[in-house]
């Protein structure tokens, strides 16, 4: 996945290719990429992320209205290797919605 996103970005533009994968299994070693990598599957409905990371880019996506659902199609959210609880905190608040929305719908 590292060459995917380019370091430099003044030099290279951001992706701008999306994949059909509607499951996903990403190890995270550094979560300033985070937000593109997993922007470029936007049918993503299971995601198992792996990370050490101590934070996930995740700022511009919250639950606010104002911004669009990093993953709108997200119902399935594993995770591990955790080392911060500011991990989970940032992605509850980034897919938290989408991921209690199928869990409710399944009640």
Known sequence: MRYLISQDRKRSPPIETQ???KTLFLPVTDGSSFSEIVSAFPRLEDLRLWTTAGRLALAQ??????YPPLLPNLHSL?????HSGRVLRELV???????????KLLE
């Open 78 to 82: 594993l995770l591990g290797g955790l």
């Open 19 to 21: 994949f059909s994968l």
């Open 61 to 66: 996506h919250s639950q606010e209205e104002k």
């Open 93 to 103: 608040g980034a897919v938290g919605k989408q991921v209690w929305k199928s869990w």
